[in-house]
């Protein structure tokens, strides 16, 4: 089995290699949008039959999922406690000035967390581009609209900026120690669209190769053209990883018990995000058992005696503890 997976990764890897040092990666197309955010196509040449879907697949997944960004995560309004206050003088509530912050793209080199200010006496219309930024921190779309002060009043507000990856929750991001803070859902992910499309080539004497156009949208934090080198370096990064890592044989004790396997990360996850059945999930409710973190401390034995919680209830509990959490319970 270790074999088999080794032999696939150097398979890709030298894929990968190949495609890179021969520079068969052309930019197409890279244009501007007016909102700030790039798009640039890419056409890789040369490539056998059934090599476009893979690379394309790779490519498109690390691209949506692995790079990360800067984002606004939370903010400090001067004498507000929480989102369901009004600022006075200010046309919009709390809830809208977020939802309008969260759509300020940031752009920053550093991954520690960072910090902005705004001071402002109104009347006056906010926008991105009054926010006083560190020397490391950029703004996207400086002409993003914030809010409009309709009064004289004097407003300040701090931002905090972090870094991450794909899409924090308010409620995951909140800490005792920044209570003064309102936290926002922070979209760190830079990038906003991936396609791609497979061509065949026919030469003078009727060989097929394939060729791969890749069509990227940023938020233009990135451009598309550093993005789909970061993507080439995770990848290449990843599967060299694999091959010099020389503890194969750990891999196939995995699916042996959830002892195994770390599963820290999810145990404070809710049992609603699983999506259940009704019925699994009424039944779990009713035996109190409210998290993954509770649901692992069941063995499948002592899950089939909880009532109504049958065969085909405990089956979808296993298969979707499988498929979304890699948990896999024997």
């Not at 995951?172 to 926002?184: A, D």
Request: aromatic share 6%.
């Amino acid at each position: 089995m270790s074999t088999t997976k080794t032999s696939s990764s150097l398979e890709f890897l030298f894929l990968l290699n190949e495609i890179m040092s021969n520079l068969s990666i052309k930019c197409l197309k890279s244009e501007k949008i007016e909102s700030g955010a790039c798009h640039g196509q890419f056409l890789i040449n040369s490539l056998r039959p059934g090599q476009g879907i893979t690379i394309g697949n790779q490519l498109r997944r690390v691209l949506l999922n692995d790079l990360g960004g800067v984002a606004i995560s939370a903010v400090r309004i001067a004498g507000i406690s929480h989102e369901f206050s009004t600022i006075p003088g200010v046309r919009e509530d709390i809830l809208e000035v977020l939802l309008n912050l969260k759509e300020i793209v940031v752009k920053s080199q550093l991954q520690t967390p960072q910090f902005g200010r705004l001071k402002i006496q109104g009347p006056a219309v906010v926008t991105a581009d009054l926010i006083q930024l560190p020397s490391t921190v950029e703004i996207v779309n400086p002409h993003q609209y914030i809010m409009t002060i309709s009064t004289s009043n004097i407003l300040e507000i701090e931002f905090k900026f972090e870094y991450g990856m794909g899409y924090k929750l308010a409620s995951q991001s909140f800490l005792e120690e920044n209570e003064n803070y309102l936290q926002l859902d922070a979209i760190f992910m830079p990038i906003q669209k991936v396609d791609f499309k497979i061509e065949n080539v026919y030469d003078n004497s009727n060989n097929i190769t394939e060729r791969l156009v890749l069509d990227i949208w940023t938020n233009g934090s990135i451009s598309p053209s550093e993005a789909i080198k970061s993507a080439a370096k995770i990848t290449i990064d990843a599967f060299t990883s694999l091959i010099e890592n020389e503890g194969t044989d750990s891999m196939n004790q995995v699916d042996s018990d959830t002892s195994s396997i770390n599963i820290e990360p999810y145990t404070n996850i809710a049992i609603e995000e699983l999506q259940l059945s009704v019925r699994a999930y009424n039944c779990l409710k009713k035996a109190q058992i409210n998290t993954v973190g509770d649901l692992l401390h069941y063995s499948p034995e002592r899950l089939q005696e909880l009532k109504n919680f049958g065969r085909k209830s405990a089956d979808e509990v296993f298969s979707t503890l499988k498929n979304k959490l890699g948990i896999i319970l024997k």
